[in-house]
């Protein structure tokens, strides 16, 4: 695929129609939805940060401001612009300028180390960089802009945005020139819905990251299974706690939000006693996050005194859920909680409704959706529709592929499957389980051991704030379970063995018991948010742990 994929009708036109016949895809374009709410809904915010605000009215006019300055740029249709840039209001209008003026968002975390952002950016193509006009993760633009070049990143355009939501007239800087742009903009070769849109990147939890290609009607689709999951409305009240060029972040708090027109609060970076603080006074009513996410607003103190009336649903998932603490999250908040399964590649496997019962919400990832034709190969390699399995998937929400052939290569099977990197379970009614990752499984004496299970076990300790089992290499049972634990805020410090009697009291099967512990003051995260294990499967190797 590499640097020659197709911009436009980047889908085949007969799979596209084919999903348009079942209406899984459409028509209508993010950027056609803030035009609507910008005539219907002009003074309703449209997006919240700890900066300011943006009605939809003003989102629209921003995003024009931005798309008219772009485009006097010359640069070429479906040409790639990159943004790294922290998650606020001011990003989804940079996105939507983008796609008003028919260019490729490439979504970078704000989050991304300058090696991951030079290697985007290079593999990309991108020769603009959209960033901040003010410093980002202690540098400013220049800096960020001359450490690249030691990665030999050469820019033909750097484009710098003010927080818009507190400097709604900020001038839009392009090589050190201020514009003002048009806000009458009108689109002359806009992003269509089965065009290439936007590419952003895995996790990059143990390599440097794969680039994603998607349309927008792979996550119009997504939407559409969230509101019919979760009853969403234009009255609710968004906290999308995810960044927004990740998968669950791009659903969360840019397609669904500006579907519906609902309000949305976004955040520069999580905090959890700020987040506690902001769904109280913003009457949040659904709530998206990780699981490492509800767990810190679980664990902080504030959780307990908040008044969290206004929270109606949580959407986690993309990854195996403890059961037991998303269960308590719920009977403390009153809030359902519901999941999907998939990933930024695949979209969408399954996922849970209002109407399902404690056990299928809490025990399983929800059915299994008939439209994505999901099966399991086994290890012998036979596909099956029940047992155990890696899941693969056909369907509206997948995306393109990767920007690199070798990848796909690994992501789809022979005959045009996309493969999951997980281990499944999916019984005879349609649930689906997630019982581990084919990275995240630790053999020990030829037992497979599922690392998250692990997890879900040792974060049961009251002491725990989280978790991350890793596999220690170890000469006679080749691997040894080995967990390193972040405690819960102001919880005294726990030995290895009172960790192992705690899990014995509790029946925890003897081999989800760690043979080994640290205690580390924060477990690191990559830039979607999720547990980076590749730095502590590094640490576990080299340390005499």
Partial sequence: MGGNVIFRNAVDPDLARFYRDNGWWGDVTLADHVRRHALERPDKIA????????????????????????????????GRVAVYYPDSATIHAVFLGLEKAGLVTVGIGSRAGLREIAHILSVTGADTLVTTAFDFRGRDADRLISELKAYDVELKRVVLVDRLESKPDAPIIVNGHAEEGSTNFEPQHPIRPDDLFLINSTSGTTSLPKCVLHTQNRWIYFHQLAERNGDLTPDDIFFGAIPAPFGFGLWTAHFSPIILGSSTLVTEKFDSPKAIQQIVEKKVSVLCCVSTQFLMLLNDPSFEFADLSSLRVMYTGGEAVPAARAMDFETRSGCKVLQFYGSNETGVLSGTRLTDSNRVRFETAGYVEADMQVRLFDESGRTVATGSGRPACKGPATCIGYLDEEANNQLFTDDGWMLMGDICSIDDDGLL?????????????????????????????????????????DSVFGERVFVFVELAPGAAPITHDQLKEFLVARGTSVELIPEGMAIVPELPRSSGGKLAKGELRERVMSESL
Avoid: C, M
């Avoid at 989102?59 to 024009?64: D, I």
């Fill in 433 to 473: 389980r997630v019982t581990g990752r084919t990275s995240d499984i630790i053999i020990r004496g030829g037992k497979n051991i599922s690392a998250p299970q692990v997890e879900d076990e040792v974060a049961s300790h009251p002491a725990v704030a989280l978790a991350a089992a890793v596999a220690k290499p």
């Fill in 47 to 78: 997006y919240w940060s700890e900066f300011g605000s943006l009605t939809w009215a003003e989102l629209h006019r921003a995003s024009n401001r931005i798309a008219s300055v772009l485009t006097d740029s010359h640069l070429t249709e479906g």
